[in-house]
C-alpha cells in the first residue's frame, strides 16, 4: 500500500539563511568518546594516575591480598611473587601528576619481572611506536609486544625518553605489552603506544569516515565534563600534562587531548572549532586567558605559549558558549538564574576584551523550566549574548531499571521529533516575552536517549533515530529566521554518529574517593579497530552536503499517527507521517527537499507543488528492511545512502525512510 503526501514549497519566501552552523556535533570527555576512539593511543592509563587492586575479596584479609597490589589499574603484574618483587604506585617519585609506577625487586633470582597491559589489538604488519619515559638504577629493561622483543641494555638515573617501533608479525586480537627488569627499582613515568599511521594522533579510519559528512562545526570540551576543565594543563608536551579524575564522569583524563589537539581535529574533518568556557569551577580570568591562547598573536603572553607549542597562527575561534547547564544540579558549579546571569556578563566582558569579536552564547532551557530561569536570565544578560542555548534529550527512558523493548521505541522514537517542535516554539514565545525576538536560539545538544548508561554510554541507534534526525533537522530548518546553530550529541560512540571498536569492558575501581570508571579490557573477542556509521550520520552527510543558501516556506499535508506515552514524552494523537523542509541555491536554481516517511509499512507518494522541475529529480535514499535495521561492525553497510533518480511527479518514498531530493527548477 502507498500513502500520499502533498508538499508545497514557495522558492521566493525566503524563511531565513541556512546557517553553515546548523549541521554540527558535540565532542566530550565521557566514556569512549575520544580516547579509545578518535584518539589512536592504546594504552590505557598510560601516566599511571589511578588506583591499584589490593585484594581478590571485597575487603582486606590475610589471604587476598591482589597480586598486583601496586600496580595502577588496569596494568596487571607480569610473573608476580609477593617476596621477589613489589610494585609502588610512587607518589614520591614521578614524572607528572603526582604518581610513577615503580617496580622494585627484592630477591634477584634472574627472572624477569614487571607490569604488562593486555587488550591490544594488534594488526598484522602494521607498526607500533612504543614510547616510556623511565628512571632506573642501571639495570636492563626488556619490553615485548606481542611476539616482539626490545631490550634496553642500561636505564640510567633520569628521567629518559625512549622510543622503538615495533611491527606485528601476525593478527592478535588480544596482544600485550610487558615492561620487565630483574634487579634494583624501575620507575616509569608515562608510557605510549601508538600505530605510527596516526594522523597527529588521531585515528586514520575514523578520520577518514568523518570526513564523509566533515560536520559544519564542533562543539568541545563539553558537556557536563567543561565545568571542571582547566585549559592550561591540557597544552604542551603531553607526557607533562597531569591526569585527574573527573568529577563530571568519574573517569581518569589524561589530558592527551587538549585545546591544540582539538583544533588539528577540526581542521582533519573540515569542521569549524567551537569552545565552551568553564564556569563551573572556572574563572572569568582563565576563559579570557583561553581566548588569548586560542586568537592571541604570537607576541601576547598566551599567544606566544600558543606558539611556543608549535602553533604560530592564532586558531582563530570564533564561537564560544560560556558554561554548560549551569541550571541543573547534575552540573558543577550548578547555580540560580541570577547568580548564572552575573556571572556570564563577567565572563563576557572579559572575554571580549581579549577579542572583541567573539560570538558569545548563553545558557537557557526549554521553555521556562528551571525556576523561570528564561525569564531571569535574558532579562538580566540578553543585550551582551549572541545567541541562546537550548538542550534537549528526547524519551530519556535511561534512568529506568530496565531498558524498554526496542521493538516497541520506533514509533515513540520517530514521534518525538514533533515533541521537539513544540519544545522550540514554546522556548521561542519565552525569548520573544522577555527578549523581543532579536536573539538567535542554538538547539546545541539534541538525541534520542534511552538505554545509554554509564560509563561507556553506548546507545541502540537504529534506522528510527536517522528518521528523527531528519525530521528535527526539518524543524530547524522550517524555523531558520530564529534557529542558527545544531549539533547532535554526540560524535563518536557515546551516543554517537560513529562507533569505533575495539569495544572497551569497564571496572569501577572504588578506593574512597578516588575511586573511578576504567577501561580494563576489549573482551574475548574483540572487533578489528574499524569505524562504522549509524544511520543518523547518514541523514547528516546529506543534509550537510546537499543545500541552498536559504531555508523557503514549505507546507506539508498528509495523514497522522498516534503515539503512546514513552519516556518523557506525551501522548501524541496527530503527529505527521510526513516532515519536510527545503532550501534553495538561487544562484543554480537548484531546490534541495529533505523528506521523512514515518510510516512503518506504507509507502508515500509525494506531490510536489508551487514549483516547476526543470530536470529529473535526484533522491538520495536512507532506508532499511526493517524500522529498526541498524549498522554494525559484522553488517556495516546494512543501512547505506542509496541513489536514485525520479521525475518531480513520479516520487515514491519506502515506508521508513528519509529523502534528500535535488530538483533543477527553471
Known sequence: MSEKATITIRPDEVIGAAHDHLYGANLEHIGQGIYGSLWAEMLRDRKFAGNDRMYTAPSEGLHNVHPSIGIVVPWEAQNPDYEAVRYVHDNTTFYTGRQSQRISIRIADGQQRGIKQGSLYLQAERDYELRLVVKGEGQALAAQ??????????????????????????????????????????????????????????????????????????????????????????????????????????LWESNDVGTDEFIDLCRLIGAEPVLTANMGTGTAEEAAAWVEYCNGDANTEYGALRAQHGYAQPHDVRVWFVGNEQYGNWQVGHCDPETYARRYLEFARAMRAVDSQLTLLGVGVPANLYAHWNEIVLGMAAAEMDQYSVHYYSLRTEKLDVTPDRELMYLPKIACWYEVEQMLDATLEVMDRYDAGSLPLAFDEWNTYVGAKPPDYIEDYTLADALYTGALMNACLQRADRIKYSAIYHLTNVMGCYVSAPLYEWENVFMGRRGGWVPVSTGDKPDAPATIKMPATLVLELMTQHRGADAVRCAVECGSFSCPEAGNMPAFDDVPLVSAAATYDAESKQLYISVVNCAVEDAMRIEL??????????????????????????????????????????????????????????
Not at 586480537?173 to 630483574?182: A, C, K, N, R
Not at 536512507?622 to 521525475?647: C, K, M, W, Y
Request: proline share 9%; aromatic share 10%; with cysteine.
Open 145 to 250: 609486544l606481542g611476539e616482539e622483543d626490545w631490550r634496553i641494555d642500561a636505564v640510567g638515573g633520569d628521567w629518559t625518553t625512549l622510543r622503538h617501533t615495533f611491527r606485528a608479525a601476525g593478527e592478535n586480537p588480544l596482544g600485550e605489552l610487558s615492561l620487565t627488569i630483574s634487579e634494583g627499582s624501575l620507575w616509569i613515568g608515562c608510557a605510549s603506544l601508538m600505530p605510527t599511521d596516526n594522523v597527529k594522533g588521531f585515528r586514520p579510519d575514523v578520520i577518514e569516515a568523518m570526513r564523509d559528512w566533515s560536520p559544519t562545526q564542533l562543539r568541545w570540551p563539553g558537556g557536563n565534563f567543561v565545568s571542571a576543565y582547566h585549559w592550561r594543563p591540557g597544552v604542551g608536551d603531553r607526557d607533562l600534562r597531569p591526569t585527574y579524575l573527573d568529577p563530571a564522569w568519574w
Open 609 to 666: 507543488a508551487g514549483i516547476e522541475a526543470a530536470g529529473p529529480v535526484a533522491m538520495d535514499l536512507v532506508s532499511g528492511e526493517h524500522p529498526l535495521s541498524t549498522n554494525d561492525f559484522a553488517a556495516p553497510q546494512r543501512v547505506a545512502i542509496e541513489r536514485r533518480q525520479a521525475t518531480a511527479d513520479d516520487i515514491e518514498l519506502p515506508p521508513h525512510s528519509f529523502a534528500m531530493l535535488r530538483v533543477p527548477l527553471g
